[in-house]
């Protein structure tokens, strides 16, 4: 069965942190790449980060360069997503997801094609 489950969501204040974990089960982690998407209230759903798996790449969107790393631990097929300085408009509900790794870079202007998706985790930044 595929899985992939987030944790690490909460309330934190404005300037603090999270690490977010997703944990991937069911298909062949290093094929794909590793995306973390989120969506606020009434908002869209944005992808903001993703690591493709075999080679280690990253890239962000701009509203979170900075500030969100990505990273994955290969032999626990998770990935993370450090959350510091965090801002009140980064509440939301995050989400990761397998996607193909031709189409990872499109996830800042769109949601592409998206393998697995996660069931989401919650966070909220208190001003």
């Known amino acids: 069965e595929v899985q992939l489950v987030e944790s690490g969501g909460g309330l934190v204040q404005a300037g603090g942190s999270l690490r977010l974990s997703c944990v991937a089960s069911?298909?062949?982690?290093?094929?794909?790449?590793i995306a973390w998407f989120r969506q606020g209230p009434g908002k869209e759903r944005e992808g903001i980060a993703y690591?493709?798996?075999?080679?280690?790449?990253?890239d962000y969107a701009d509203s979170v360069k900075g500030r969100f790393t990505i990273s994955s631990d290969n032999k626990e097929n998770t990935v993370y997503l450090q959350m510091n300085n965090l801002k009140p408009e980064d509440t939301a509900v995050y989400y990761c997801?397998?996607?193909?790794?031709?189409?990872?870079?499109?996830?800042?202007?769109?949601?592409?094609?998206?393998?697995?998706w996660g069931k989401g985790t919650p966070v909220t930044v208190s001003s």
């Open positions: 997801a397998a996607v193909p790794p031709p189409v990872a870079r499109l996830i800042f202007r769109t949601v592409p094609q998206v393998d697995y």
């Open positions: 069911g298909f062949t982690f290093v094929d794909y790449s």
């Open positions: 690591i493709q798996i075999n080679r280690g790449a990253t």
